[in-house]
């Protein structure tokens, strides 16, 4: 059985992570860039990130829609590398990928080809109904197994629970709190709890039942915003943020540096360490939560 006391296998540390989304990949109704122009956008959007004093970057293809429920291309996968290895190559921050949808497979991948720090996994505990269809199966179990394969283990996997842009009837008998705790007990790194879309904010009551019933990091998915941020970072470890950051607070539009300095100034007061900054981050994505 899996202890839910509240106690933390992590040192009280708080990060802020930003979002790059990176542009519509070929072959997707949307795709227009060249891969060239593709990295270019990334590294800028990156770099801005980073000036701004963000602690850790993730990229994401969100602009592919409407998404694959599993069967994702080559192409995605291919372009999807070459963006993170020129990201990892621009800024010195740990970085994550996600690749929608239900893409944890190939982001483990790209994540330890081009040495990202951590992934995130849409669907790892409980069959859910996704926008892009019926996620039947829970990707823990052949996930890290495919992780041990390859050699990935320094790969950390963050998963969600009662995943954003999803209906969860059929776990409606399980509350978030039991989902974290299996998620625990599955072995991933760290939770997830995000509102019930982009840009929706986070019930914070069941961020508060997740941090009470795992060990693990917990990160904040969604909805973050400069009033909010500083009460979020009060339960969660970190709080991923896009939608806020990007021009008109719109997730689709190019990053906004002075939208993002805001978010970095309104999340300094949260902070439960002297100077957390990089190095906190990157203590917390190395060091692995005891039973993983």
Known sequence: MVDSSPARTHAELRGIIGMVHVGALPGTPRGRMTPQELVTHAVREARTLRDA?????????MHDRPYLGGGIGAEIVACMAAVCAAVRAAVACPIGIQILGGGSREALAVAHATGLEFVRAENFVFAHVADEGLMTEAAAGPLLRF???????HVQ????????HAAHAITGDIDIAACARAAEFFLADGVIVTGTETGAAVDERELN?????TKLPV????????ESVARLLSNADAVIVGS?????????HAVCPKRAADFVNAARGARRVEAPGMDAV????????SGT
């Open 282 to 289: 990157r203590a917390m994505f190395s060091g692995r939560p």
């Open 53 to 61: 004093g963000f602690d850790a970057i993730m990229l994401e293809n």
């Open 147 to 153: 992780r041990k394969s390859i050699g990935a283990d």
């Open 219 to 226: 990160f904040t998915g969604s909805g973050a915003t400069t």
């Open 157 to 164: 996997v963050f998963a969600d629970i009662k995943k954003k």
């Open 209 to 213: 039942s997740v941090r009470a019933a």
């Open 244 to 252: 806020f950051v990007k021009e008109g607070g719109r997730w689709e």
